[in-house]
């Protein structure tokens, strides 16, 4: 596999629900971010991992908990949530701050809170 | 505070016509500019990005140009082909600061009819 991964592509889930949405990038990167997109809004950057160590957390509600386990990897715990959270997930990676390229993202995880 | 903002939320265009996507910024310590394309059901992927030192970066049928005395940068795409219909999203980046982080707009959708 290449570029960045995100599992599940799907997910729904209750307010009472614990799940996880994992991101692996094979692209050696040492940065990586998840990202929530809610319909007509811009893409809003959530945390930013590097080196695995945790450099931002952008006023997130403490019912989004990530991990990064190391470099390649990259979880976002989710519970009890709202159903206002229902959105697309994305994981991103990067070499560096920000590369000629940007970010690589990986396809997102669609979340329903039901 | 939204410091990245793309105000058409839909852009409708005939195949073989130019499409002009706008973006506007507010924080002028942005020197760095990408365009991201996205097809439902997947992730953002980079398209083509501009420099504050340049006005203008042309990769192919794909051109971007930015005015920084207005704050505005703009996406140009001819001809527009059916396959060009996507989210196109604007980020900015203040790539000589520390800690920088790309920033997003709403993303506008292009749809190319034929």
């Known amino acids: 596999e290449t570029g960045v991964t995100q599992t599940p592509r799907h997910l729904v889930m209750g307010m009472t629900n614990k799940k996880s949405l994992k991101c692996e990038q094979h692209?050696?990167?040492?940065?990586m971010y998840w990202y929530k997109q809610s319909a007509k809004k811009p893409l809003e950057l959530m945390f930013v991992?590097?080196?695995?160590?945790?450099?931002e957390n952008n006023s997130v509600p403490s019912r989004f908990s990530p991990e990064c386990p190391n470099s390649s990897h990259l979880f976002l715990h989710l519970h009890t949530l709202q159903p206002e959270d229902s959105a697309l997930y994305l994981c991103a990676s990067s070499q560096g701050a920000v590369p000629a390229e940007g970010y690589t993202f990986g396809s997102g995880t669609r979340l329903t809170v039901v | 505070d939204q410091q990245v903002k793309q105000n058409s939320p839909s852009l409708s265009v005939q195949e073989g016509r130019i499409s002009i996507l706008n973006c506007d910024y507010t924080n002028s310590m942005f020197d760095y500019f990408l365009w991201y394309k996205k097809y439902p059901a997947e992730g953002p992927t980079f398209l083509i990005s501009?420099?504050?030192?340049?006005d203008k970066n042309e990769d192919g049928r794909f051109t971007v140009f930015l005015n920084k005395s207005a704050k505005h940068l703009s996406l140009h795409i001819v001809p527009s082909q059916p396959g060009d219909s996507a989210v196109y999203f604007c980020a900015a980046s203040g790539r000589g600061a520390s800690g920088s982080r790309l920033t997003f707009g709403e993303g506008t959708q292009l749809t190319v009819n034929p």
């Open positions: 501009i420099s504050s030192i340049k």
């Open positions: 991992y590097s080196l695995e160590e945790r450099v």
């Open positions: 692209l050696g990167h040492n940065a």
